[in-house]
């Protein structure tokens, strides 16, 4: 059983990491294919954080393995974008051939100092999600570039939530592929919330919930990978209920990987 480092009280108080790992953990022991480490130890302030990664494998297809990553709470006060990856692997534990021929390496917990105190920022006061592929020294983001240059996913999704929104929408980023995925996932999960209807998201041009800019800096396969994996960004609404944003963000989960899947299926004949 993996033991994430020892916590103060005063921060346990704030917000329990245990209880937040501890299904997760538990229901590894009953699913073997289900496996909690922790990728990323660093201290700040004298107190030790960790980065947690649970890979989930599911049943095999006749096609080479399709390797995912998922990550959340890059910004420690969007609690939905670290519940949702945890729901939806609980999902898959108790329904593995949701994920026939993947394997999932989810990492919900990407801030964890930020989810602790409920902050935005890491302790160091920086928005790890400017800081990727930058020389950056912040310890959360030199773990999560290793995993990313190590694993050379097939494809990347981030999960957040944000305040100002008026409901879900996402980042294609400006490639085909992704919006060919993020347009299917906004679609099942607008029957749980409804899709930001403005034509201005988070300062960006947005049509039917869909943005194709990005700030520099954000959370991306290595420079160098090629071909590029899909790269998608799914937001939530922040102030909507976080029971309904869950469902919504594992719903959106679920419609890529079904997508994702169908595509590659058809891909070989296009
Ligand atoms: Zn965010």
């Known amino acids: 059983m993996v033991q994430l480092a020892h916590v103060p009280p005063r921060v346990q108080a704030l917000r329990d990491l245990h209880a937040l790992l501890d299904p997760i953990v538990l229901a590894g022991e009953l699913h073997p294919s289900l496996q909690t480490d922790l990728v990323g130890a660093f201290e700040h302030q004298g107190v030790p ?9 599911g049943p095999p ?9 998922i990550f959340g709470g890059l910004h420690g006060d969007e609690p939905a974008s670290v519940l949702a990856p945890l729901a939806f692997l609980e999902r898959l534990a108790s329904d ?24 935005r920022h890491n302790g160091a006061d920086l928005d790890l ?49 992704n919006e060919a995925l993020l347009e299917p996932a906004l679609r ?3 029957s749980i919330l409804p899709r930001d209807p ?3 998201i988070d300062g960006w041009l947005a049509r039917d919930a869909k943005i194709e800019a990005c700030f520099e800096g954000v959370l991306s396969a290595p420079l160098g990978q090629r071909p590029r994996p899909f790269d998608l960004i799914f937001e939530t609404p922040a102030l909507a209920p976080i029971d309904r944003q869950v469902e919504a963000a594992t719903t959106a989960l679920d419609t890529i990987l079904d997508e994702y899947r169908s595509f590659l299926a058809y891909a070989p004949n296009l």
């Open 49 to 57: 954080y960790s980065i947690p990664r649970i890979v989930f494998t």
């Open 61 to 69: 297809a006749a096609y080479d393995t399709i390797r995912l990553a």
């Open 96 to 119: 593995p051939a949701r994920a026939t021929g993947y394997e999932l390496a989810v990492y919900p917990l990407c801030n964890p100092f930020g989810y602790v105190f409920d902050t």
């Open 129 to 177: 999600n400017r800081e990727f592929w930058r020389g950056s020294k912040q310890p959360e983001i030199r773990v999560l570039e290793h995993e990313l240059s190590v694993n050379r996913f097939h494809g990347l999704i981030t999960l957040h939530a944000d305040d100002t929104a008026e409901g879900i929408y996402g980042y294609t980023r400006g490639h085909v592929l």
């Open 188 to 190: 099942s999960a607008s």
């Open 198 to 200: 403005r034509s201005k």
